[in-house]
């Protein structure tokens, strides 16, 4: 009996796999495929054509907001990585009291719902500018408000590889004659470096992907794609959505590519010494 | 050196986390009168909790209305994301796929993409005239007309959160130590014992991060009922959304802010306390 029950999973493993993977692409394939539809039709087939990515690319509204998120993605995810990997070495130098308080309150942004985040930053930024009589919100705030929810991400991601470091690395670098700043630069930052990566990479992701917290620290003139994509949708049906959701699958398809492939590469290297990143 | 670092950074927070919160919870007590003054009143947390109509009895109050039903979504959200990551993650932990890690890639690559794409595209099979009833409709069989419902917003959510169940659960799955396993087998268990008394209750760590990083997400998004619910589906982040962006009533809105956040730390505490292991590391959630 348990026999036949362990053929029947062996046969229902790889079709459960299927099942879900045909559940997750579902949607994605049917985008990609309707952006080539010669109509305005989601669900009908009406002929090839390219019109829907001629009419995205001579869209100014669409344009801008692509230029805006690679701008906020990369200046949020440098600020966020420089503040964050400092905040982690100042963080782990800490009495272990202060350490729990410091890092309870660096995870808020992270635990709260977006909606929250978004709001809250919004209201802050309200508030300093009628404080002030003057600015409003737009671009500004809404890298600074990427920057607050990028920050505990590298903050994470680097404070395991702080916990990894050799406490006595430092003072024998500074025995051995460096000053401070190159022990820093030379000796421990190398050793931080996977962590930083990582983390930087995680805050470039969460930027390009953010929607809430965007949506309530902008102004209307100023969007994202995520804010581009949602005003589309508003509008009805656009199948220039499509063309632009197939655009960035590709992007996202090549890039991770890329990142496992350099992962292979590094891993080959390095061998068998155990290190994961 | 170290408080060069840490100075700053505290000031950091106090701007950009605690102030931004403490405004919140400001707004939410606070009332404006016609000349601009700011007083102190309970009126909008009151509000919250009396709806609009006199007397009605509670659970049929609007507001209470709306969290129980942004509750329920996200607990049925995080139900059917458990019952159908749980197996795949187990599938993908296990041995005996010649292309794992493609297999794995393949999983984690759609989460990647714009959840507002994501969502658009089951607009674009769920519609009426879509891809799903045209391809009934050419096998005669009967239409189904779910966009604008509970199910279309249930699916539109389950479909987003899933790889949130699946990440934490496959990551605890992989880091256990397969030697408790062989004991396990060389003591006698049969693979069903096995699975019920080891494999499982050592992977609930990653359960417990999974329900909470579907359901909470789940229970205050507003992006996906207004897309795949339509107008009318109103869940608590629609109510925020909707008391800030349009009716620009930041009182009544940040009392709605104020019962989602305890909300979150009430479920979060009631979380932790199935969570005895801690710590399934936060590098586990995304890839």
């Given at each position: ?12 493993k790889?079709?459960y ?20 539809n010669d ?27 692509l ?7 990369i200046?949020?995810t ?27 309150i660096s995870?808020v ?10 709001i ?6 309200q508030?300093?500018?009628?404080m ?31 916990r990894q ?10 025995d051995?004659?460096s000053?401070?700043?190159?022990a820093?630069?030379q ?7 996977p ?22 620290t902008?102004?209307p003139g ?7 994509i ?10 220039s ?20 492939l350099?992962?292979?590469h590094?891993?080959?290297k390095?061998?068998?010494d155990?290190?994961?990143? | 050196m170290r408080?060069?670092f840490?100075?700053p ?6 701007i ?6 403490l405004l919140?919870v400001?707004?939410?007590v ?7 003054n700011?007083y ?7 509000q919250?909790?009396e ?6 009895p509670f ?16 607990l049925?959200?995080a139900?059917?994301?458990?019952i159908?990551g ?6 993908l932990?296990s041995?005996g ?11 984690i ?14 607009m674009?099979?769920?519609e009426?005239n879509?891809?799903?009833n045209?391809f009934l409709r ?6 189904i007309?779910?966009m604008?419902?509970d199910?279309?917003?249930?699916l539109?959510?389950?479909y ?9 659960i ?9 030697r ?5 087998q060389?003591l ?16 609930l760590?990653g359960?417990?991060s ?10 205050a ?10 107008g009318q589906?109103f ?5 925020v959304?909707q008391?800030?962006?349009?009716a ?5 809105g940040?009392?709605?802010?104020v019962?989602?956040i305890?909300?979150m ?11 005895r ?11």
């Open positions: 009996m348990t026999r036949f029950f362990s053929k029947i999973i062996v046969v229902l790889p079709f796999l299927g099942l879900m993977l045909f559940f997750m692409y579902a949607p994605i394939a049917v985008l990609i495929i309707f952006s080539f109509s305005r039709s989601r669900g009908t087939w009406e002929g090839f054509s390219f019109r829907w990515y001629e009419q995205l690319f001579n869209d100014p509204h669409t344009q801008s907001a230029r805006n998120t690679i701008l906020l993605a200046f949020s440098i600020f966020a990585t420089l503040i964050g990997t400092l905040a982690a070495i100042g963080i782990d130098r800490m009495k272990k009291r202060s350490r729990t308080v410091v890092m309870l995870r942004p992270v635990m709260m719902p977006d909606v929250i985040t978004g809250s930053l919004m209201m802050l930024f508030f300093v500018f009628r002030l009589g003057f600015g409003g919100l737009g671009f500004g705030t809404m890298l600074l408000a990427h920057i607050v929810f990028n920050v505990p991400y590298v903050i994470l991601s680097v404070t395991p590889k702080i470091l050799d406490p006595n690395l430092y003072e024998a670098a500074l051995l004659g000053n401070p700043a190159r820093f630069f000796v421990i930052l190398p050793e931080l470096w962590g930083v990566i990582t983390g930087a990479m995680l805050a470039f992701t969460m930027s390009v992907d953010d929607f809430m917290v965007s949506f309530f902008t102004s100023v969007q994202n794609l995520s804010i581009r949602f005003s589309m949708t508003r509008r009805g049906v656009d199948p959505i499509n063309a632009l959701s197939t655009i960035i699958f590709v992007v996202v398809m090549i890039m991770l590519i890329l990142i496992n350099r992962d292979k590094l891993i080959t390095r061998g068998e155990g290190n994961e990143n | 408080r060069l840490t100075y950074y505290i000031l950091w927070l106090a950009f986390v605690i102030a931004p919160l919140v400001f707004f939410a606070t009332g404006t009168d016609t000349y601009g700011t102190f009143t309970l009126q909008n947390m009151g919250f909790f709806g609009i109509i006199d007397d009605q659970f049929q109050r609007i507001y209470v209305v709306i969290t129980m039903r942004s509750l329920r979504l996200a049925q959200t139900v059917i994301c458990f159908l749980y197996p795949l993650a187990y599938i932990a041995k796929f010649r292309n794992k890690p493609f297999l794995i890639f393949l999983f690559m759609p989460m990647w993409m714009n959840f507002l794409v994501r969502t658009y595209g089951w674009s099979i769920l009426r879509g891809i799903m045209n050419l096998l005669n069989l009967p239409t007309d779910i604008f419902t199910s279309a917003v249930l539109g959510m389950v987003n959160f899933l790889p949130f169940m699946v990440l934490p496959y990551t605890s799955l992989t880091k256990m130590d397969k408790i396993i062989e004991a396990a060389d006698g268990a049969n693979p069903r014992n096995v699975f019920l008394r080891v494999v499982f209750p050592l992977s760590p359960v417990v999974g329900i909470t990083m579907v359901f909470m997400p789940a229970a998004t507003f992006i996906i009922p207004n897309l795949l619910g339509g589906f869940l608590l982040g629609n109510l959304e008391q800030f962006m349009l620009g009533n930041w009182h009544f940040s009392a709605v802010a019962v989602m305890i909300l730390i009430v479920s979060t505490f009631i979380l932790s306390r199935f969570d292991q801690e710590e399934v590391s936060e590098g586990g959630m995304r890839l």
